[in-house]
C-alpha cells in the first residue's frame, strides 16, 4: 500500500474553500495528473458520484472509476478507487485560526504483475510531490 498525506493552509474560510472543492467536474483544472474526468452517471456530487478518472503520471496512464462514498457537506469528501490502482482516500476540510487546513490523504494498492509494494514504495514520494503541487494549484482558484 502507498499512503500519501499531503496538506496546505489556506487564508479563505472553509465555507469558500468547500464550494470550490465541492465542484468534482473541475478537479482536473487543478490536479497535475488528472487528464480527464467523465462523470458515469448523471450525478456530479455526493455519494454515489462514480467518475471515469485518466490519470496520467509520467509515462503511466490508467483510467480508474472513482466513486464518491462520504461526503459531508463543508468538511468532507472520501472515494474509492477501482481499476488498475484500488484504494480510498479523503479530503478534509478543518477551519483554523486564519483560514482552513486542507488536508488530503490516499491509501491505494498496485497490482501485483505491476510490482505491488515494490511499486507504491517507489511511487509513494513521486504522488506526494504531484500532490502538493495540486494543492498549489487548488489555492490557486481560490484567489
Same mark, same amino acid.
Not at 37 to 55: H, L, Y
Not at 88 to 115: I, Q
Given at each position: =500500500?502507498?499512503?500519501?498525506?499531503?496538506? &496546505?493552509?489556506?487564508?479563505?474560510?472553509?465555507?469558500?474553500?468547500?464550494?470550490?472543492?465541492?465542484?468534482?467536474?473541475?478537479?482536473?483544472?487543478?490536479? =497535475?495528473?488528472?487528464?480527464? &474526468?467523465?462523470?458515469?452517471?448523471?450525478?456530479?456530487?455526493?455519494? !454515489?458520484?462514480? =467518475?471515469?478518472?485518466?490519470?496520467?503520471? !509520467?509515462?503511466?496512464?490508467?483510467?480508474?472509476?472513482?466513486?464518491?462514498?462520504?461526503?459531508?457537506? !463543508?468538511?468532507? &469528501?472520501?472515494?474509492?478507487?477501482?481499476?488498475?490502482?484500488?484504494?480510498?482516500?479523503?479530503?478534509?476540510?478543518? $477551519?483554523?485560526?486564519?483560514?482552513?487546513?486542507?488536508?488530503? %490523504?490516499?491509501?491505494?494498492?498496485?497490482?501485483?504483475?505491476?510490482?505491488? $509494494?515494490?511499486?507504491?514504495?517507489?511511487?509513494? $514520494?513521486?504522488?506526494?510531490? &504531484? %500532490?502538493?503541487?495540486?494543492?498549489?494549484?487548488?489555492?490557486?482558484?481560490?484567489?
Amino acid at each position: =500500500m502507498a499512503m500519501v498525506v499531503v496538506e &496546505i493552509d489556506l487564508p479563505f474560510p472553509v465555507s469558500e474553500v468547500w464550494d470550490e472543492l465541492s465542484k468534482l467536474e473541475r478537479h482536473a483544472d487543478w490536479m =497535475m495528473d488528472a487528464e480527464r &474526468i467523465d462523470f458515469a452517471s448523471g450525478q456530479t456530487r455526493g455519494v !454515489g458520484t462514480e =467518475m471515469k478518472v485518466r490519470t496520467r503520471v !509520467g509515462p503511466f496512464v490508467t483510467e480508474d472509476v472513482i466513486e464518491v462514498r462520504e461526503w459531508t457537506e !463543508g468538511k468532507s &469528501i472520501g472515494v474509492s478507487h477501482r481499476g488498475l490502482v484500488t484504494g480510498v482516500g479523503v479530503f478534509v476540510l478543518l $477551519p483554523t485560526d486564519d483560514g482552513t487546513r486542507f488536508v488530503w %490523504w490516499e491509501d491505494l494498492e498496485f497490482p501485483w504483475y505491476l510490482g505491488g $509494494p515494490i511499486t507504491a514504495w517507489f511511487a509513494t $514520494p513521486i504522488l506526494k510531490w &504531484i %500532490w502538493k503541487g495540486n494543492l498549489k494549484r487548488f489555492a490557486r482558484t481560490l484567489g
